[in-house]
């Protein structure tokens, strides 16, 4: 089974717009992840923010947690063509092992 | 300093086969972690290894076996194929004394496997 659910399953935006996808998750956490794959490749990490943090960035990337709500957010300001990919949140479940969404698949135009 | 590798990058399989697919983590990683990916869905956690021993199993049946070698490399089984086991295999390493939770994981290229 699958700890999180991406919101929305799919977006498409044009080159320089901002892209937002959320990410809900079931039971309580220790750490949350984004990862990014680009089609049919492996995952990559991307930011990883822990239960008692409610933003972090890193360069165009912005998430936030709400533990309250088991929610997180991830923006990515000022998209481009290559930030094509689908985008995954991933949480521990406090447990050892990392849970995986369902993920965004976005669509930046040029 | 090689990422994680995978191998074979695809196969293809009837159902019924067996069919083995091997991982070497990153250097100075020991903790494999294996996840089954079908078209267009998130990451499914099979199992992971450390020190040899499978240490955290998900919702897959007894036909998905695993092993991990001293040298930390790892192999996936599956037996008796069905159709349903098509899927991207990715294999993610961890460092030495990091949770898999607690960190970032190192993800290979994956084995894409095709059951006909």
């Known amino acids: 089974s699958q700890q999180g659910e991406e919101d929305p399953q799919a977006l498409s935006i044009q080159e320089g717009e901002n892209a937002t996808m959320n990410c809900s998750y079931k039971t309580s956490i220790n750490n949350l992840q984004w990862y990014r794959q680009n089609s049919g490749r492996g995952l990559v990490h991307l930011i990883l923010i822990r239960s008692n943090e409610r933003e972090k960035h890193s360069g165009r990337l912005r998430v936030t947690l709400d533990t309250s709500k088991k929610s997180s957010s991830l923006l990515i300001t000022a998209s481009r063509a290559a930030d094509t990919a689908s985008y995954f949140c991933?949480?521990?479940?406090?447990?050892?092992?990392?849970?995986f969404g369902t993920g965004t698949r976005l669509q930046v135009f040029p | 300093d090689a990422g994680v590798t995978q191998s074979p990058t695809h196969l293809i399989k009837t159902r019924g086969q067996q069919v083995t697919l091997r991982c070497s983590p990153k250097?100075?990683?020991?903790?494999v972690s294996w996840y089954q990916q079908a078209l267009g869905q998130g990451p499914q956690f099979i199992f992971q290894?450390?020190?040899?021993?499978?240490?955290q199993r998900g919702n897959f049946p007894d036909r998905f076996s695993g092993h991990q070698f001293p040298n930390y490399s790892s192999e996936l089984n599956v037996n008796a194929l069905l159709l349903g086991d098509s899927a991207l295999y990715l294999c993610a390493s961890s460092p030495v004394g990091q949770g898999v939770g607690t960190g970032e994981l190192f993800f290979g290229e994956g084995s894409r496997l095709t059951v006909l």
């Open positions: 991933a949480t521990d479940e406090n447990t050892d092992k990392l849970i």
């Open positions: 250097s100075g990683h020991d903790t």
């Open positions: 290894y450390y020190e040899e021993e499978e240490r």
